[in-house]
């Protein structure tokens, strides 16, 4: 299985450089957005308050790979349990990475002057009560389809015994 583990990469970079090789990994690759573009991004993460999403996955990665090699380690499971703690704090912050990727991602698919206009309209009043509205809406939005669902697949259920009645069978 190692052996494999090791092939995959070469197997991968042989595959990309026999359908299109470094000219098309170049072509592919969008320009890098601005500094001022990046920070706007930024600033609309701050204001949408979504931090959430990315301020524990530092100790959930953590113990997520402890868990994993304890399942490979048995007899480590003790030294694993009582270091996951030093390797999260040693590694605490670096959850600001996947904040930063996520700001360039915005940045690449929205112009500087319509981050800007999203930064403004965060900040407006309208904005804000969508930031503090849209949990809810969503929340809701989730119940509502699950309802629906629910009474959608009785009429669907209906419906195919219809269709197997036409067929002379019952459901």
């Known amino acids: 299985m190692k052996s494999v583990l090791k092939?995959?990469?070469?197997?991968?970079?042989?595959?990309?450089?026999?359908?299109?090789?470094?000219?098309?990994?170049?072509?592919?690759?969008?320009?890098?957005?601005?500094?001022?573009?990046?920070?706007?991004?930024?600033?609309?993460?701050?204001?949408?308050?979504?931090s959430g999403m990315w301020a524990s996955i530092v100790p959930e990665v953590v113990t997520g790979t402890k868990n994993a090699l304890i399942q490979q380690h048995l007899t480590l499971q003790k030294d694993l349990t009582e270091v996951a703690p030093a390797v999260a704090q040693q590694l605490n912050g670096r959850e600001l990475e996947v904040r930063d990727g996520i700001a360039e991602l915005y940045a690449s698919e929205f112009t500087e002057p319509e981050l800007k206009e999203l930064v403004a309209f965060y900040k407006s009043p309208l904005g804000q009560k969508l930031i503090d509205t849209e949990p809810k809406v969503v929340a809701q939005?989730?119940?509502?389809?699950?309802?629906?669902?629910?009474?959608?697949?009785?009429?669907?259920?209906?419906?195919?015994?219809?269709?197997?009645?036409?067929?002379?069978?019952d459901l």
Do not use: C, D, M
Not at 21 to 26: D, K, V
Not at 143 to 167: D, M, P
């Open 141 to 169: 939005s989730i119940q509502f389809r699950r309802t629906w669902e629910i009474k959608f697949s009785e009429t669907v259920l209906s419906a195919f015994r219809t269709e197997l009645k036409k067929r002379g069978k």
């Open 7 to 50: 092939i995959l990469p070469v197997a991968a970079l042989a595959l990309g450089l026999a359908f299109g090789g470094p000219a098309a990994a170049q072509q592919a690759a969008p320009p890098k957005p601005s500094a001022a573009a990046v920070a706007s991004a930024k600033e609309i993460l701050a204001l949408r308050k979504i």
